[in-house]
């Protein structure tokens, strides 16, 4: 293994000669794993090692004990290294953040830190195939692009992920070699978290079906970041041939439309996240309505998050930003024209959706509205369900797939009863005796066909509140019709 790990090392340069690496170190196998092979191949590769471990408060005596652990194993080794204590619970409840994203957060925030007392160019972290296999699954699971297929990266910027080239069950049988002890995190085990899912109960079985299930996962992944480097490229000389800036504004030549829809769509993402500054709040549903402005007539405009401002012009499509408009909340640039839409008559229109997260804020411009969502965890327990027309909560846990906004598709149902019990929403609409007119006007959060919240009445059982829920999403609305 020692030698697969150098090897991928120098691959992926990982390490020059002189370099200073810090290894992020919980305790755990694949952490101190990767401490040791570090220790192995710091004089045939010519690299300072030191280390950090995070103590996020969140396991009490346990974690605590890891600290002291790892604090002993590298007085031992003689590893330089940096402990740092913090409480991810107050954090992420500060922040309205989940406590694995809090976590993440102040992690790598004392990494940076970390680097900067020791004056490290490269931080190592613990990542293996198992991770990137799970990575993988999770991104399509939720839904992804070619992007998500990627998994993780084996460098991204000074962050090197040496393991990547191993799976889990080669680090313990290494670890078991040398007779190394290592720290056990009990939250591994439970299986209220996702990921623990895939871990515990999915990959299994893809490892019955084939032994190889995790190393062919990986070779996939590394052909998403060959394609997809190859895509970027292509979209780079798009952007030269389709793309003119002017005065901060991006002149799009609808002649891009006679290229492959793929670039089309990666172009187009490509501005849009260089307009708004990031791409963190850009989904396929902007990419999406974006390249259909094409079709619309000149002088047809949509909003973006950001203060964005997409206009059908003459020569394709100008993208700006509003002057004096602050970043602000996302906008739905396609659910008050599908309302339009859909109260002309006929046949119904094709049906539009916006993406809702589990934090975050949005408006909703044909409605009035204004979304808001957060997650809780573990601050919830004295609190009172909300019984607000227009304030839910909801068990997280319990919900399967993407959340959608939209209305009402043809097989959509409500569950009834937490055994399962469903009922058409059509027939609910008419037990309701809401009138014909306004069904397809009615707000609907969805996850797939299964409507979580009717809004502005009744949420679905599956997904009401019991004494099991570990993580509530709130989802708040202000603004807008009540229809009674």
């Not at 590298?74 to 913090?86: D, S, T």
């Not at 490290?120 to 699954?137: F, G, P, Y």
Request: charge should be neutral.
């Amino acid at each position: 293994m020692r030698k697969k790990i150098l090897e991928f090392m120098q691959e992926h340069h990982m390490a020059e000669e002189g370099d200073c690496i810090l290894a992020a170190v919980s305790g755990g196998a694949d952490s101190l794993c990767l401490l040791l092979i570090l220790l192995e191949l710091q004089q045939a590769m010519n690299f300072r090692l030191c280390a950090v471990h995070v103590e996020h408060g969140i396991r009490g005596d346990d974690s605590r004990a890891d600290a002291f652990f790892v604090e002993n194993f590298c007085r031992e080794h003689q590893v330089p290294c940096r402990i740092f204590h913090c409480n991810a619970l107050e954090y992420s409840r500060k922040h309205k953040m989940t406590v694995e994203e809090g976590a993440r957060k102040l992690r790598y925030g004392f990494f940076d830190r970390a680097a900067g007392e020791f004056g490290a160019d490269k931080i190592a972290v613990a990542h293996n195939q198992n991770d990137c296999a799970e990575t993988m699954l999770f991104h399509l699971a939720r839904g992804t692009g070619l992007r998500g297929m990627c998994g993780i990266l084996p460098v991204r910027g000074r962050i090197i992920r040496p393991l990547l080239c191993v799976e889990r069950r080669e680090i313990e049988a290494y670890l078991a070699s040398v007779r190394q002890p290592f720290c056990l995190d009990k939250t591994n085990e439970e299986l209220d978290y996702a990921r623990n899912k895939l871990r515990r109960q999915v990959f299994p079985i893809l490892e019955e079906v084939n032994s190889q299930a995790v190393a062919h996962m990986n070779q996939a992944a590394g052909m998403a970041v060959e394609v997809l480097e190859l895509l970027e490229d292509l979209t780079r000389e798009a952007a030269e041939a389709y793309v003119r800036r002017k005065d901060g504004s991006f002149y799009i030549s609808a002649e891009l439309r006679k290229e492959r829809p793929v670039l089309q769509k990666s172009l187009l993402y490509l501005i849009l996240t260089e307009a708004v500054g990031g791409g963190k709040d850009i989904s396929s549903l902007h990419v999406q309505k974006l390249q259909e402005l094409f079709d619309r007539q000149v002088g047809r405009c949509l909003d973006f998050p950001y203060g964005i401002t997409a206009e059908r012009v003459y020569q394709g499509i100008c993208l700006k930003k509003n002057a004096g408009k602050e970043p602000g909340p996302k906008q739905s640039a396609g659910l008050e024209e599908m309302i339009c839409q859909k109260e002309t008559g006929g046949e119904r229109a094709e049906q539009d959706f916006l993406q809702i997260s589990a934090e975050g804020y949005w408006q909703i411009p044909g409605y009035g509205y204004e979304i808001r969502t957060r997650l809780l965890e573990n601050n919830f327990l004295n609190e009172e369900i909300p019984k607000k027309m227009y304030t839910k909560w909801m068990d997280y846990d319990k919900i399967k797939g993407t959340m959608q906004l939209r209305t009402r598709q043809e097989k959509d149902f409500l569950a009834f009863s937490a055994d399962g019990r469903r009922k058409k929403l059509k027939k609910y609409f008419v037990d309701e005796k809401i009138p014909r007119q306004e069904r397809d006007r009615i707000l609907l959060l969805a996850d797939g066909s299964h409507i979580l919240w009717v809004i502005g009445y009744r949420i679905s059982e599956e997904v009401k509140v019991t004494e099991h829920t570990r993580r509530i999403l709130e989802i708040q609305v202000d603004g807008g019709t009540v229809y009674e």
